[in-house]
């Protein structure tokens, strides 16, 4: 009942801050409709043998969250503070006596993160083509921390368990939801803040909640917790076609273009696209 509660409360002030950032500069075409699809959390992923690294990382990251240094990042990209405090571990954290993942790193003297460089204000590509955001400046801190370089691997997100698996990358960071599915295929420590998925629909077009996408076209990324969080709802039997992109941005230029009718994507990433498209 705690863990529920802190999880409603965080997900209203993600909410409050996203809706007060997006008033900066807000696109009067698009909306984001009340009814959201699903709440769930970030987390970072890691392979299940690789705890000691993983621990690691989430130890400089509890360190921030501590002193200070994950608030000032955070205000920086939602104006404020919105990463978790009471850490929940949700695995077991307990290291083998032969994981020397962490000691690997610390021996190369790199830390390869794994992301969809177009995924804002997580992790996507500036104006001039380098790649920012809300968790790569958490990442450059960790690995400031660890006393390691932060190296940015852009991935296929459909393909991110195989291009951690083997060892392509280090770890995913990039606004990853956790679910069942890749708490079993991953390590994944600990959520650090909250998230949801909802729907964001053209402002004349007739959607104004979840029961009106009936016979509506609906675009979303591949291999996104989008799909999942769709599925899930009983408006997915009534839906007419889901057409999957590669990225978010696509699916959003669709949206402006006709093809799709909806778009659904995480909240953070739908008000970030809104307002900057």
């Known amino acids: 009942m705690k863990k529920t509660l802190s999880l409603i409360l965080a ?4 909410v409050m801050c996203l809706s007060a950032c997006q008033t900066k500069k807000v696109s009067t075409s698009y909306v984001v409709l009340e009814e959201a699809l699903e709440a769930e959390e970030y987390g970072i992923g890691f392979r299940n043998e690789d705890i000691a690294l993983g621990m690691a990382v989430q130890t400089a990251l509890e360190e921030m969250i501590a002193d200070g240094a994950a608030a000032e990042i955070s205000k920086k990209w939602f104006g404020a503070d ?5 850490i929940e571990y949700k695995e077991d954290t307990t290291i083998a006596e032969d994981d020397n993942s962490l000691q690997a790193i610390l021996d190369k003297g790199t830390f390869v993160l794994g992301l969809d460089d177009s995924f ?3 992790g996507y590509r500036d104006d001039n083509n380098n790649i920012v955001g809300f968790d790569i400046d958490l990442a450059t801190e960790v690995c400031k921390r660890l006393g390691v370089e932060l190296v940015l691997q852009p991935i296929d997100w459909d393909s991110k368990e195989m291009e951690l698996s083997t060892g392509k990358i280090d770890c995913i960071w990039n606004g990853m939801t956790i679910t069942d599915e890749r708490v079993e295929t991953m390590f994944i420590p600990a959520a650090y803040i909250a998230n949801r998925q909802v729907i964001i629909v053209g402002n004349n077009s007739g959607i104004a909640k979840k029961a009106d996408l009936k016979g509506k076209i609906i675009g979303l990324q591949k291999g996104s ?3 999942e969080a769709l599925e899930s709802d009983p408006i997915h ?3 007419k ?6 990225d978010n941005i696509s699916a959003f230029q669709d949206l402006k273009a006709g093809r799709v009718e909806a778009f659904v994507v ?10 900057n498209n």
């Open 11 to 14: 997900i209203l002030m993600l």
């Open 120 to 122: 804002p204000p997580m």
């Open 237 to 239: 039997a009534e839906v």
């Open 266 to 275: 995480d909240e953070v990433a739908g008000r970030y696209i809104m307002e």
């Open 241 to 246: 076609e889901i057409v999957e992109f590669a």
């Open 82 to 86: 919105i990463l978790f405090k009471d």
């Open 225 to 227: 917790s989008s799909l």
